[in-house]
């Protein structure tokens, strides 16, 4: 497929004549360079799980039909997605887990960086997981959220649903989940098992491997799940705050660094840090002192709880050091292109990685670890204001394109936020003008750029639609990113393009709210790990009217989905119950049977399913047509 109109950013439109002018190679050229993709691997054909291989199916039924092995197209793309899915989860849960640690760690005096910023959350968590909290110290109680979280990654009770799964879902979603055989009952083993049994020579049952991936993806919602609640814990839970996002955060007159990547481990570190070396980088000349900005969720993380502006999101992160305005880019794990430190090369920006598991050739590596936080920022803000004084003015090209960003929709701040219009009943004004009809449903927006289409593109046409349908908008991760860059995280973008029952609903929260005016048109939830607040939404949502999460008009969309972990978090969207569209199409088309396992045999079992089309117009009609579906299926 080839793709000739790269963004729909104005900001990336204006940086890509000054990659060619610098000679730097662009995610965009790369993907030039790679068409045409190979057919077998887009359709999942081709399987490379033993060294008999690889094998390849020929998808027309001419050429091969088995594998060396004697596996058949159904168990090759099978074997292939569900071990897209344990990365995925593979991903989220080691972020959690660090998390966990750290909370621990703090608990016993080991990591003196960090403390408890959210006692009431701690509170809450404690609350959920049966802990005590009553006369009891804060590090006390700390300790054994910690330590019960991380009985996530250890139960060897394959029957019992893992503590964070039984402390967030409805009982109906559990039950169903148990059922099936997919409430997850550790991290760690539902994740090796899927590698296990991917193995040349074992499951070869295409249904069978499917619902094993399902019960790792149930494991990904789990890891997600305790990663942003524990974060909330270290470092507060979003409240609204205005920013800004796209490029034209980066300022000239400031030491510019960018936060990249997805753990707020560090990158809340080095906004600390920041605030304290302001006069040093004041001093070096930098008349602006220190600019932090983010990148991709990591840049998410910051915006929602600090107001730290979003300089882009994952396809354009090249562009970013193009301005030749970055004196540092700092990045911990996930998403961070390998091109950059050749990017950063062109320039005087220091490309920094903090991970000794997550190292990358080029790049400058200052290794992170909770127990020295403080020190190993300080060290990457010094390394960040020397960079700026080797800044050639000249170089430097900044497009004057920013939006601002109405951010920091937590489940706690919408519910907060609803309780200014009910304070008795909280949950009351969103469930009777979902039952009037002024909101017919709810869509999240998730997910990743990818090159195969416009960047940001099908995110804009295919919310725009469903603004104007009444439909409420939530957004998590590069997909929130984009509608931040684009303006539509304001209350100014709800007037111009929501719906009247939309509208009037946004404004009577909003007023209440104290903004004058209405709440944005898409409410920014976070992180990719931060879906799970959508999923708190939901399911506060289901228990109070005595319903399961796959009742609700609850739908999702993930238009440009890219990596293993958002295929992990399409799937349990789907295991969830919801209606889950993907504008990319994901490596199982060789496999009709897998195809329509998750497209049509799994609503029978779980709700959901996976609703596939690249076409923005047309997967916001079948959107609004399985928001409908719900609505009828609830009777409205
Ligand atoms: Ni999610 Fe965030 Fe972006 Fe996709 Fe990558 S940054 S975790 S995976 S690309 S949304
Ligand atoms: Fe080929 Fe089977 Fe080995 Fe896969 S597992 S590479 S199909 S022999």
Redesign the pocket.
């Known amino acids: 497929m080839t793709n000739h109109i790269p963004s729909s950013d104005p900001a990336v439109k204006a940086m890509l004549p000054r990659a060619k002018e610098c000679g730097v190679e662009t995610v965009w050229d790369r993907y030039q360079a790679q068409q045409p993709q190979c057919g077998f691997g887009s359709l999942g054909l081709c399987?490379?799980?033993?060294m008999?291989?690889?094998?390849r199916i020929d998808p027309f039924g001419e050429g091969p039909q088995y594998?060396?092995?004697g596996?058949d197209r159904d168990t090759?793309v099978a074997r292939q997605l569900i071990r897209m899915m344990a990365g995925g989860g593979a991903a989220h849960s080691e972020h959690g887990r660090h998390i966990a640690l750290t909370l621990l760690h703090m608990a016993e005096g080991k990591a003196p960086d960090y403390r408890v910023r959210d006692e009431a959350k701690l509170s809450a968590v404690a609350a959920k997981l049966g802990i005590s909290t009553k006369d009891r110290p804060v590090e006390e109680v700390a300790r054994d959220v910690a330590l019960k979280t991380l009985e996530d990654f250890q139960s060897q009770d394959y029957g019992t649903g893992a503590n964070w799964l039984t402390a967030t879902l409805t009982p109906r979603r559990l039950k169903r989940l148990k059922d099936a055989g997919l409430l997850a009952h550790n991290i760690d083993a539902t994740i090796t098992g899927v590698m296990a049994r991917t193995n040349?020579g074992c499951d070869a049952d295409p249904t069978n491997l499917v619902l094993g991936g399902i019960r790792a993806a149930i494991a990904d919602y789990d890891g997600m799940t305790l990663a942003t609640e524990l974060s909330d814990i270290l470092f507060g839970t979003p409240k609204p705050i205005v920013t800004a996002a796209n490029l034209g955060v980066i300022k000239p007159t400031a030491v510019n660094i960018a936060v990249g990547g997805h753990n707020p481990l560090l990158s809340d570190i080095v906004c600390d840090v920041a605030a304290e070396m302001q006069e040093a980088a004041m001093a070096a000349g930098a008349k602006d002192g220190i600019n932090i900005v983010g990148i991709c969720c990591t840049g998410n993380e910051v915006m929602m709880r600090h107001g730290i502006p979003l300089a882009t999101n994952y396809l354009s992160q090249e562009m970013a050091v193009l301005t030749g305005a970055l004196d540092a880019m700092v990045v911990d794990m996930q998403c961070i292109m390998p091109s950059m430190p050749r990017v950063a090369e062109c320039f005087h920006t220091q490309f920094i990685t903090t991970l000794d598991e997550n190292r990358i050739p080029g790049a400058l590596h200052v290794s992170f670890d909770e127990k020295h936080a403080d020190e190993a920022a300080r060290k990457i803000v010094e390394i960040a204001i020397a960079a700026f004084g080797r800044r050639d003015p000249k170089g430097v090209r900044i497009p004057d394109i920013k939006n601002t960003a109405v951010v920091g929709f937590s489940a706690e701040a919408i519910v907060g936020a609803l309780s200014l219009v009910n304070p008795d009943d909280t949950l009351k004004p969103l469930i009777d003008n979902v039952i009037n009809g002024n909101i017919q449903g709810v869509c999240l927006f998730a997910g990743c750029n990818n090159p195969q289409s416009t960047q940001d593109e099908s995110f804009q046409v295919i919310a725009k639609k469903l603004a104007a349908a009444n439909v409420l908008l939530l957004a998590t991760g590069c997909g929130a990113a984009c509608f931040a860059k684009h303006g539509l995280m304001t209350g100014e973008a709800t007037e111009q393009f929501a719906g009247p029952g939309l509208k009037a609903v946004l404004t009577a929260i909003g007023k209440a709210a104290g903004l004058g005016g209405p709440l944005p048109l898409v409410l920014h939830m976070g992180s990719c790990v931060d879906n799970s607040r959508a999923v708190a939404v939901a399911v506060a949502l289901a228990n109070k009217l005595g319903v399961d999460i796959s009742d609700l008009p609850v739908v999702a969309s993930a238009p440009e989905a890219m990596s293993e972990k958002a295929v992990a978090i399409g799937t349990w969207s789907v295991a969830l119950g919801l209606p889950t569209h993907l504008g990319t199409i994901p490596p199982v088309m060789g496999s009709q049977t897998v195809t329509k396992l998750i497209t049509e045999d799994v609503k029978d079992v779980l709700g959901g399913y996976f609703l596939v089309d690249p076409n923005p117009e047309t997967a916001a009609e079948k959107l609004l047509a399985a928001i409908k579906d719900r609505r009828a299926g609830l009777g409205l």
């Open positions: 399987c490379r799980n033993c008999k291989g690889p094998c594998g060396i092995c596996a090759i040349v």
